[in-house]
């Protein structure tokens, strides 16, 4: 493999960041998703996210395609689709026409899922971690093959196909990029190393009332990293062509300190249509000002992280302008 053109222009000019809408579950989230979107890209975000759970939101590839016709440069896709909820034939179809309807802008960001009660709802087999993770592979090998050259046949446990292949195929050369989520340091990065284009991984340190402290989450990402590390070397694979991404779950800026706690005392995450929300409550939020934002993120690209990835309230029109007028144009590399 060689590095994905994506992850060589994005180490390339100012750290980047995409951000992942939670655009809600009333009947206004489709425009909201496109208007969303329109604002991303005019704030000068590398990439426009919505993520996969049909229990809480819209389907992200509907939102996706209304906002990839009004927008022209973000690049669009959702940061962990659940490779088991569909078939990785219809998967591979999906994305491909993403990227052909952007023009070429389409993420593939993959994962295994978590939410079970969504899996038996979908009445999808949930099984162990170790399942999901071997039924994510299945589907990782089966999405690149069906967009190769050729018909594609694959005899899995989970999965299998014959002579399936994607026509047209994906717009990008060689093909979308993938990105895995995860932060599991033996199983996931394994992956990422294997497959991925990028990986997208968090601290997993909760908020303590609203606060956090720079320092531990920095150490925690130092150690995922040298994990991944590891993984590519066992592996042969150039660390190099990996991009390092970092998922914030869920976001709250303010001008000031004060502003941000304003913002969180108020903020009910049981009413987010996001389940990450709501399942990690307000300890899955980061509130601050942005002179802490700013060296939250600093201290992430000091620790070896290329690309960010925010989640955050599309409601929330401040945090989304004080992350791109404030925050992303201050974060540098090799500080």
Known sequence: MTAHPWVTESRQGPVRFGIQAICGQDDAVYRR??????FAESLG????SIFDHPMMQADPFILLTAVAMQTERIRVGSTVLCGLYRHPTQLARLVADL????????ICGL?????????AAMEVPFGTPKERQDGLDEAIEIILGS???APFSYDGKRFSTREFQVLPGPVQSPRPPV???GSGEKRTLKQVAKYGDACNIQEGIPARDGHFEIDERVEAIKRKLAALDGHCDDLDR????ILRTHFTLSLILGET???ARRKYDAFDPDRSASPGTRANGKGGILTASVEKAIDYYQAMVDAGIDYFLVQLEATDTETIELLGREVMPRISRGS
């Open 179 to 181: 990105m895995i989520g």
């Open 147 to 149: 967009w190769g050259s």
């Open 238 to 241: 150039p660390r190099d062509e």
């Open 111 to 119: 994962g295994s899922g978590w939410m079970e009660r969504e899996f």
């Open 45 to 48: 975000f590398d990439f426009y």
């Open 33 to 38: 998703a496109v208007e969303t979107g329109r």
């Open 99 to 106: 990227d052909g309807i952007s023009g070429g802008r389409a």
């Open 257 to 259: 300190e004060a502003d």
